[in-house]
């Protein structure tokens, strides 16, 4: 679209007019903001009033996608021209419109700061439009963007993939930790919007156009990233890049995840937010079924449990079908392809792979649709040490001194006027946000787990106090504790 020379030209005129991420939010104030967050512009045009200054003009071009007058938008972006041939801008009779939305953007967090654009194809849907996506449409920022850009390890590394890149949005932070970043799609367009992006940002992406891992054939990753379309669709010509691929119900997620392990490095992760399919089987024995090929640790986590009739409702009304002659003949045959398929409802979640080395793989699949604590992806790392911290020989776990987390809350629960409670629960207030009910003997180490005593002192002492054989006590509790280790309890 831009080269880097011109890219970079585009974004100090941006800067200059104040049109960044603290300059928008402060001119719109809260309710513009989260309006345009609701894809609404009254609350930012009421905001806006009939102002028509530089900033005012970025604002109404490309965040309310509104016609402005030729003269203001040379004002404040220069040479119209170049933009219009690179696609920017197209010239309208009502003056000049965006043919590329660019938004400020930034994050931060543990390790990561980043603060500037994004680019992607203007919103179908503002203002409760029926608009409809162009097949190679480039989706911006969307809420399963920012669940996958939380639940990435922020680690630095050598090198980083963006698979499915679309607008860059992953990209941009990876390059905050990873020195090397390949971002790769199918979509020629979302190569091109991404690549805008990176210029903007300034940042040195090693773009790349082709199917799933064929553009890094025989390349590793010490981190790969991934939303891919997994869209459990008909295959039809109506099919969104973005979302759909053009495999059978899940197959696409299955291939990004065995695929995938191949190309991680020794102690690479490999991180995807995706779908996969309810049937007869249960869901756990088809994705151990998954992992059991890669021969990775991996940590599964269903979030979200979907039946075929709510599933396929979001997303015909993701394709702007809403209201039109399509919708009722498209949503039976999807009903029809998934009845086929044998799709009793659809799975969502996350599915992290580690490629650890080890010998018998780690791998946990499990129900989450619990609250979870950010930053997500630093409970996903904690995970992988805590896997390894717990295979430890038994003779180790107990010479070692154990730290209980100090964001573990303890609860007690029992009837009133009792001396002892019923219940005890630690719950974590970070992380994966887990919670585990102990007994008296396993609750009093914990509780005395402060790094200076080891586990088998306190095991010792505990079963002093309780009059129990200290031996059959440890072989009790040694297992316990090592779930708890596992589970980022104790470190």
Do not use: K
Not at 105 to 111: K, M, N, V
């Amino acid at each position: 679209m831009l080269n880097r020379d011109a890219a970079r030209a585009l974004a100090t005129r941006l800067a200059g007019a104040g049109y960044t991420l603290d300059g928008v939010t402060a001119r719109l104030g809260t309710r513009g903001t989260d309006a345009l967050a609701r894809n609404t512009t009254l609350a930012a045009r009421d905001a806006l009033g009939s102002d028509a200054d530089a900033q005012a003009t970025l604002v109404r071009l490309f965040l309310l996608q509104d016609a402005v007058p030729e003269p203001s938008a040379s004002a404040a972006l220069g040479d119209l021209d170049a933009l219009a041939r690179a696609g920017i801008l197209d010239r309208a009779g009502d003056g000049v419109r965006a043919g590329v939305v660019i938004r400020p953007h930034a994050a931060s967090g543990a390790d990561l700061e980043f603060d500037g654009w994004l680019a992607h194809d203007p919103l179908p849907n503002l203002d409760g439009q029926l608009g409809r996506s162009r097949p190679d449409y480039v989706l911006g920022p969307s809420p399963a963007s920012t669940t996958l850009a939380q639940m990435t390890p922020r680690t630095p590394v050598a090198g980083a993939l963006d698979l499915g890149t679309g607008c860059g949005i992953q990209s941009l932070l990876l390059a905050q930790h990873a020195e090397r970043v390949v971002a790769t799609d199918l979509n020629p367009r979302a190569v091109a919007v991404a690549d805008l992006t990176a210029g903007l940002n300034g940042i040195d992406l090693d773009l790349r156009t082709g199917s799933l891992y064929e553009p890094v054939a025989g390349e590793r990753f010490d981190l790969i990233v991934t939303n891919p379309p997994y869209v459990m669709s008909p295959p039809t010509a109506q099919r969104l890049v973005y979302r759909e691929g053009t495999e059978t119900g899940d197959e696409l997620v299955r291939r990004v995840v065995v695929e995938g392990a191949a190309h991680l490095a020794e102690g690479g992760t490999l991180q995807v937010l995706g779908n996969w399919a309810i049937t007869s089987q249960p869901w756990e024995e088809r994705l151990r079924g998954w992992v059991d090929q890669t021969g990775c640790d991996a940590l599964v986590l269903q979030r979200e449990l979907l039946d075929p009739y709510e599933y396929i409702e979001v997303w015909l009304a993701d394709a702007g079908l809403l209201g039109t002659d399509e919708y009722a003949p498209r949503y039976r045959a999807w009903v029809d392809y998934f009845d086929h398929l044998g799709i009793t409802g659809v799975g969502m979640g996350w599915i992290s792979l580690h490629n650890s080395g080890r010998a018998t793989p780690d791998v946990v699949l499990q129900e989450w649709p619990h609250a979870v604590h950010q930053p997500l992806g630093e409970a996903f790392v904690a995970h992988q040490h805590g896997v390894t911290a717990a295979t430890v020989p038994d003779a180790d776990l107990l010479g070692r001194a154990w730290r209980l987390d100090a964001r573990v809350d303890v609860e007690t629960l029992g009837r009133p006027g009792e001396e002892d409670p019923e219940h005890i629960v630690y719950r974590q207030r970070y992380g994966f946000g887990r919670a585990v009910e102990v007994d008296t003997a396993l609750g009093a180490v914990l509780g005395a787990s402060d790094g200076e005593l080891t586990a088998g002192q306190l095991i010792a002492a505990v079963a002093d106090l309780l009059d129990v054989d200290p031996d059959a006590l440890a072989a009790e509790i040694v297992p316990r504790l090592r779930e708890l280790i596992r589970e980022g309890y104790l470190t």
